[in-house]
């Protein structure tokens, strides 16, 4: 007789909120006229966010391993990367409201007359808002699942949506397609990877669940071999997302590729996820055989951090030279792993919230900066933006520092707090790599702030559009939560330590 | 409220003052901006009476928790060596808040803009030599960069954004450098004392030669950049050629007496030992700057390139006195870096009007100015007198400590570096012969002698150079105890005189 099994549905329910909204947003989609569409889609996801970060709060001091059988844990830092992705969420959806970045009508062939009408006639593809919500479910129980079977559910959900957004631009379109087609084969790489890795997991413990897997590395029964291959394959499939060293190959071309307001939420809330994910696979799962994967690990942040910041000096696109910014971050990031530690957890926690909100906010200003043509991202075309646009092209020098991590922001506090926590337990190699990077790093940064501030604009100057009231709420309010993490990081820092733990 | 942070905290709001006035009225704004720097002085005058000489402790001392789970705080407090280098700072800014009136209205961005960088540069260079907290100190060090960078990129002329990157990159990188070894010395507090980034707790720690060697390193680059030494200093003539002159006072008056006042209060005071591994290497590094300096300034052709060079040599002779580790060249090179930042300071604003008069900066082409304006050539000479250190005016004084402080320890090291004096009446006199006397230069015979304002901008600090010559005893008063404080916890004792029969 099979037995229904036991749901905690209270703790789950953030989740479901999510879920359930993207399935009303596709019910919308088929039944409610072009004219009003957006807007109801829009406040549908706008309020299953806000809701499921209401549940969130109230279930913030629980914890379960056994939420959905055993296949999802809710835990204090599970709590603060679903908090973490929400808020970044709600960012990024008035961002992405702006419909202006988005293709009309995706199945119409580029160019074509197809095409030309759809504009004309004022379509909208609003099947971004479904697609939307159920990547930011997938991004909610990627962190949480508790085996192997659901994570890797959990990580088709994000991908397959982000895979589509990623190629939704409304200009350069075939750029846009090309991004997207390259994000979905490489990531199908990646989850055969993973799904190859979870398979030797198994053969090693004979569970797939991560708990049973770190009680058999205890036990030591297993076969070595086993477990060495398991976490090499696992351990592909998620630096693929995290986009480290040697698998970022994909980051710059979507990057650019991707409608600006995508990029960013991907950015900011992919490295979320799988951060979250890769955090508990190492933590709870296989510290216990440390001295096997930590050089690994160790080894590609370091080649994570050189190459991304080297690479990055070379580029002359915005969203390019981001694409390789992000991709020494993930390096820094890593660090946060080797740590294996407390201090390791909270640093990561604090440092996923701080560059997540600054990210949305420098891929939103990017989404202004237009000329008669669309959106620029050819950093030639930005030179004297500083004189026209004084505002914007300050906040943007204040993101920029803050991803250099200079003091006083909050990149600065998160990369202290997270080298602090690599130094502790002995890694002071890669704390020296780190700031040396930080040091490369620094000149690409910069080069940007003289574009604006210090160069003379040519005649094909850009111009930076009014913002909509949305963008505006959703970048001033990024924006001043930089500042704040940067001159009082006390809560969220203490917010982090808190939360900083896994239960096993 | 406490009085020092009152006094820190006066240009934040003097630059808030002047955000909110109108945009358009630049004579307004320079007003409010010399008034305000003006209370600052007053203020830190204030200050410095309150404070007790025979003391050696941190004095106005204040903690607030900033960031708790790092255990960071607000902690500001001063000693004779902090007080001296804060009153320095805001005794310049005024003067050269007074003496390049002009120079904000040619930028690229508002007067506006200008002063509001001034006055945010002020609150942080009072910040880094109040902290008390390491990390507190390491982030005005680093902070304190963007207001200059903005400074020299955005007012200053000729290669400045290549001038600003350079000086900005050089100095992340050591920053960057220091910042490895705050993590380490913060993980190494966290294993022995609980984590803290008090500096007096942090003087206690035990820490194994290995570590405390690289430690010490991480700190002593990034100074050696700020303050810079041979081979660290490519950055600062280009900075000080492309800056505005009011900028390159402050730049080489005031934060880069950070370099050498971080090497007093944190390579010596945290890593004692390292230091003395490090003093022979260290030594030979300040004495090739002296030479290297000096012989640069000879070859100069350009003004603010010429001064800049000698400040590397005089930064030679600073590191040396500190190193020397003797309470004699202690108090010397802190007293070299109040007397070197007036000396500088008059150099490059005398230099900044010559040069805005005759719209060049080739030293030849200053022929003559001893007749045409007088007042100009004097005030310039006096300085250059200053600079090598002409007995009777202030520097005399401090290279004369210095000196005879490293001899008693490192002899060979004190009269190579007196040779640096030789050289010093070099590269001064040359420049005077070829600027103030000889054939008028074409195309000076109609320049104008400083005017009122110039005169009152400038007689301060000439009088300063003067009083300071015949009678340092009030500034060393403040030093000495500091000094001795200093060289006596990191260990040493004077070397005692010998008699030779």
């Known amino acids: 007789m099979l037995v229904a099994p036991t749901l905690n549905y209270s703790l789950l329910s953030p989740m479901l909120i999510i879920l359930g909204g993207a399935l009303i947003t596709v019910l919308i989609e088929a039944f409610v006229g072009l004219a009003h569409r957006a807007v109801i889609q829009l406040t549908i996801t706008i309020g299953s966010i806000s809701l499921s970060l209401v549940q969130l709060w109230g279930i913030r001091d629980k914890f379960s391993t056994k939420a959905a059988v055993g296949s999802v844990v809710i835990d204090k830092a599970g709590i603060f990367l679903q908090g973490t992705t929400l808020i970044l969420a709600l960012i990024a959806v008035l961002l992405i409201a702006d419909q202006e970045n988005f293709v009309s009508k995706a199945s119409a062939i580029p160019g074509s007359s197809e095409e030309a009408q759809a504009i004309n006639s004022g379509d909208k593809q609003t099947e971004i808002f479904p697609l939307f919500l159920f990547a930011v479910a997938g991004m909610m129980l990627f962190p949480v699942a508790s085996d192997l079977i659901t994570l890797f559910v959990a990580l088709e959900v994000f991908s397959l949506p982000l895979y589509l957004l990623a190629g939704l631009s409304r200009r350069r379109r075939l750029l846009s397609q090309e991004a997207a087609l390259k994000y979905f084969l490489l990531g199908a790489y990646s989850s055969a990877f993973f799904l190859f890795g979870s398979a030797f997991l198994y053969g090693y413990s004979g569970t797939v669940s991560i708990t049973g897997i770190s009680k058999a590395i205890a036990a030591g029964a297993g076969n070595d071999v086993f477990i060495m291959l398991g976490i090499i394959f696992v351990s592909v499939g998620l630096l693929f997302k995290v986009s480290a060293v040697p698998f970022h190959s994909w980051t710059p071309d979507v990057y650019q590729g991707a409608p600006t307001p995508i990029t960013g939420f991907m950015a900011a809330c992919t490295k979320v996820a799988a951060f979250g994910a890769l955090l508990r696979i190492f933590y709870v799962g296989l510290s216990g055989v440390y001295t096997e994967w930590r050089p690994i690990i160790t080894t590609i942040a370091i080649i994570t951090m050189i190459f991304g910041s080297v690479v990055a000096i070379a580029q002359r696109d915005i969203k390019r030279m981001l694409a390789y910014s992000s991709i020494a971050h993930a390096g820094f990031l890593l660090s946060g792993i080797v740590a294996l530690n407390k201090d390791g957890l909270a640093a990561s926690l604090f440092y996923l919230f701080a560059y997540g909100v600054a990210t949305i906010a420098a891929f939103g200003i990017i989404s202004l900066i237009r000329d008669s043509a669309g959106e620029v991202t050819d950093l030639n075309q930005w030179v004297g933006l500083g004189k026209r646009s004084p505002l914007i092209a300050t906040v943007f020098s204040f993101l920029l520092l803050s991803f250099a991590g200079i003091p006083l922001t909050g990149g600065f506090v998160g990369k202290f707090a997270i080298f602090s926590a690599a130094y502790k337990t002995g890694n002071i190699g890669l704390v020296v790599v780190g700031v040396l990077s930080s040091a490369i790093a620094a000149f690409f940064y910069i080069r940007v702030i003289i574009m604006m501030f210090f160069t003379d604009p040519g005649h094909d100057a850009v111009s930076v559009v009014i913002p909509t009231v949305r963008s505006r709420i959703a970048i001033s309010g990024a924006v001043v939560i930089s500042i704040a993490l940067g001159l009082a990081p006390s809560f969220l820092l203490n917010t982090a330590t808190t939360f900083a733990n896994f239960i096993k | ?501």
């Open chain 2, 1 to 501: 409220m406490n009085l020092l942070t009152i006094v820190g905290a006066l240009p934040l709001l003097a630059a808030i003052i002047i955000g909110l006035l109108p945009k358009g009225n630049n004579e307004l704004i320079k007003r409010v901006a010399l008034g305000a720097t003006s209370v600052i002085t007053i203020a830190s005058i204030f200050l410095a009476t309150g404070f007790d000489k025979a003391q050696t402790a941190f004095q106005f001392v204040q903690s607030i928790s900033w960031i708790s789970a790092f255990k960071i705080n607000f902690a500001v407090g001063i000693d004779g060596i902090s007080l001296v280098l804060i009153l320095l700072s805001t005794i310049l800014v005024p003067i050269v808040v007074l003496a390049t009136w002009n120079d904000s209205d040619t930028g690229r961005w508002s007067s506006k803009t200008f002063y509001m960088l001034i006055l945010i540069l002020e609150t942080m260079m009072i910040g880094v030599f109040a902290a008390t907290d390491l990390f507190l100190f390491y982030v005005f060090f680093e902070a304190m960069l963007i207001p200059v960078y903005f400074l020299i990129g955005g007012f200053g002329s000729g290669e400045k954004s290549a001038a600003a990157v350079k000086f900005l990159l050089y100095s992340l990188f050591g920053g960057l450098l220091m910042l490895a070894s705050i993590i380490g010395i913060y993980v190494i507090a966290g294993n022995q004392i609980g984590a803290t980034f008090d500096l007096t707790q942090l003087a206690t720690l035990q820490i194994d030669s290995t570590t405390e060697n690289l430690l010490f390193l991480g700190f002593f680059i990034a100074f050696a950049i700020k303050a810079p030494l041979v081979p660290f200093h490519t950055w600062l003539p280009d900075a000080a050629k492309s800056a505005t002159p009011g900028t390159s006072v402050l730049l080489l008056g005031v934060l880069d007496k950070v370099g050498t006042y971080g090497m007093i209060r944190f390579c010596i005071a945290l890593f004692p030992d390292a230091s003395k591994t490090f003093t022979p290497l260290i030594i030979v590094l300040s004495v090739v700057s002296i030479l290297y300096g000096a012989f640069m300034a000879i070859g100069q052709r350009n003004i603010k390139g010429l001064i800049a060079f000698t400040s590397i040599s005089h930064f030679g002779f600073i590191t040396m006195g500190i190193f020397a580790m003797t309470s004699q060249g202690m108090s010397g090179a802190t007293l070299y870096m109040v007397n070197h930042g007036f000396s500088t300071a008059a150099l490059f604003l005398i230099a900044g009007w010559m040069i805005k008069r005759r719209n060049s900066s080739t030293i030849s082409d200053f022929g003559g100015l001893q007749r045409i304006t007088p007042l100009m050539a004097w005030s310039f000479f006096i300085a250059g007198m200053s600079s090598l250190a002409l007995p009777g005016l202030s520097s005399f004084v401090s290279e004369f400590l210095v000196l005879v402080g490293t001899y008693t320890r490192y002899p060979v090291a004190a009269i190579v570096g007196t040779l640096g004096i030789v050289l010093a009446a070099l590269y001064i006199l040359i420049p005077i012969q070829k600027a103030l006397h000889g054939p008028t230069a074409p195309g000076n015979e109609s320049l104008t002698d400083l005017n009122l304002r110039e005169k009152i901008a400038i007689a301060p600090v000439i009088a300063v150079i003067i009083a300071m010559g015949f009678y340092p005893k009030p500034v060393l008063d403040l030093i000495n105890p500091t000094a001795q404080r200093v060289v006596t916890t990191a260990g040493f004792t004077d070397p005692a005189a010998k008699v030779v029969k």
